[in-house]
């Protein structure tokens, strides 16, 4: 396993530095060949990342302070002499490397570095079957997360725009081994000023209405300049256009809302693929919206319901819902949101609910919200009555 991986390093180094000779000041080179020989690349098993939806995620890669580890099971499970094998390795080491270049400039970019590691990646793999003359349908289109692939539609929407002054391939380096504020400058000069405010969202946590806004930037750009949407379908030859191979549902999306008439006659034809593509997205994000929320409120009937349970049961059920409850309103992630939406959907009384239940386990008369509760169909209705008129009568003994 050791030589597996040892091999893959191998590769990866080489890769990079091939595309990054041409693009590159040797100083900059310089300073990634340190990195090279500085930062070890080891194996480990990395643990599963449990989210509060029981959804899990494996990393295959992490880069961290002084090191870069690569998931055991990954190498284990790679033959180097398979292709594409290889190349989802050597991809995977490529793509943390790409966060340890980048890491000699500027701060983590969130989600908006982690798609721009994976098209670089990929942009490290192509140009190297490029240069040792390998057919170009064999140009790797390199398998991607589900949480990773909204950011790189994003990412591949505004290089298509960037490719439009020939600045695409140039733009991923400076992304890369650059600095945040020359990339942002240059994109400014594009997209005008409102980039800075896309820039600041998508490279941060707080980062879930990003596309939107990618969006109202993109098609008021088309508005102002039109877009060559021809090239987009028909040419895919070559190392820079296969970066939009993959196609982007976001610039999908910008086009449509710029309208057909933002295009150039000759442009028009092509417009319908795109209309076609930003629906079929819609109807999906559609869908995986519904079963997303109906796997939150499966888990919140499975996990809070009453029925069957005994009194002490009960009582651990309606103290798990106000605590987790108290947690999710803690956390800004995604999932704990949706959590909060649909829990306050269901007990539309929980924040009074929860405050009451805290100020009476305070007073230690928490138990009694169980008093006559019927245990063959306990509800939450009646243990928030139970709830009130234990506060009211606490409430009127205060007064007299
Ligand atoms: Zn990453």
Known sequence: MKENLK????VA???ILLLLEENITSEQLVKIN???QNCPVEVAEIPKNQTILSRCTQAAGIAIKDKIIIDARQVRNTNLTLESEKDELVATIIHEYAHKIRSLNNNFGHNFEEGFANIFAELCINNAKLKNNTKQDSFSSLQTSYD???????????LYILKQHHLDKQMIMEYITGEDLKFKNICEQILGA???SYFAMVSSRNNANSESLLIS???EYIKKHGLDIKSYWISKEGLENNLYVKGSTTLAKAVVAAGIDALAPEQQEYYKYFAYSATETAKEEQADTESYVANIRATIINKYSLNGKTQAEIYDTVLDLCSDYILYQNQDNKDAQAFIKEMENMFPKIEDFKQKFIMLRRLRKDKEILA???LNNPTYEEIYYNINSLVDSLE????R
């Not at 009127?396 to 007064?399: K, L, Q, R, V």
């Open 372 to 374: 006559n509760i019927d």
């Open 194 to 196: 409102e980039f800075a």
């Open 34 to 36: 340190n990195l090279f």
């Open 396 to 399: 009127s003994n205060i007064i």
């Open 217 to 219: 930037l993109i098609s």
């Open 7 to 10: 091999q893959a390093i191998k």
């Open 148 to 158: 990773y692939r909204k950011y790189e539609s994003e990412v591949r929407a505004l």
């Open 13 to 15: 180094q080489s890769y």
